[in-house]
């Protein structure tokens, strides 16, 4: 149990406070972390003073090389995350329960899928909810799972299947990969092309830090064709030009292909037989979110939206 009297007689530290002191914590630098949260470095400097005053202990080591937490600072980490998050989520649950409040909602999605749903999908979306409102951010899939553990972001959309307990899974979509070779490619029209004729060809695909990496790499260690690592993509649209060019074939995500290829004569688009070549997503939160029944809603929403607007690209989870 609380004790109340202590805590109404003990000077406790400002959530604010302790966002300076995370902020710090990870972007290592005060100038930085001062800029991220659009404030000034000496205001920045005076709250992380005060609230190790507060506390009685000192949270960073400074020096020319930068900022480090100090070991006192790296046990108390955790713990701040937390007390943020918990407030979070209690403004989160107030603004549910109030209704008719605006909430947005940080959402994250990996820089090979969200430019070409989002735009598909928000503005009827936000018709049907129209309090509602995403600040939209791009990373890594492996970057959008922690971001979602520590309260960077409150939802995402992930690669499925997705395995940590401390996350709730809303299965969305299964995407279709399409093969595209170059119009003068000696395969280009043939609609369908068996695994056998892959063999010896150059299959292209992203730098491996990206996941979409690692998904090709699985359909070619599936078909027994081999990834071209002399040249690798930086994104989607470098990847095309590059088979467009000639220097290999690659398989693109459906969206992609729906959303981009607008000149049919750069590119030739074919399946491969017999295969069945997908990837899944699904909307992603923490378990233990207050507005998990309310996200639940909008991954139902949004499957329906996607089915609507997209049927014919994607195939909805149900």
Known sequence: MLNYTSLATTKLPTLRQLQYFVAVADIKHFRNAADELGVSQPGLTTQIAALEETLQVPLFERSRSGTRLSPEGRELLASARDVLLS????????????????????LGVPPTLGPYLLPNVLPDLHKRFQQLKFYVREAPPRNLQRGLLEGEYDLAILP??????????????????KFVISSDHPLAGQDKISPQQLRGERVLTLEEHHHFHHEVLEICLRLGAEIHRDYEGTSLDTLRQMVVMGLGVAFLPGLYVHSELHD????????????????????????????RQHYRELAAQLKQIVRERMGPVVEVID
């Open 87 to 106: 407030m979070q989520g209690f403004l989160d649950q107030t603004a549910v329960i109030a209704g008719g409040q605006q909430i947005t909602y940080k």
């Open 160 to 177: 499925l299947p997705q395995t940590s307990m401390e996350l709730a899974v809303e299965p969305l979509f299964m995407e279709p990969l």
């Open 264 to 291: 049919p004569e750069a590119l030739h688009v074919a399946e491969i037989r017999g295969q069945r070549i997908t990837r899944g997503h699904g909307l992603v939160w923490r378990a233990t979110a207050p507005g």
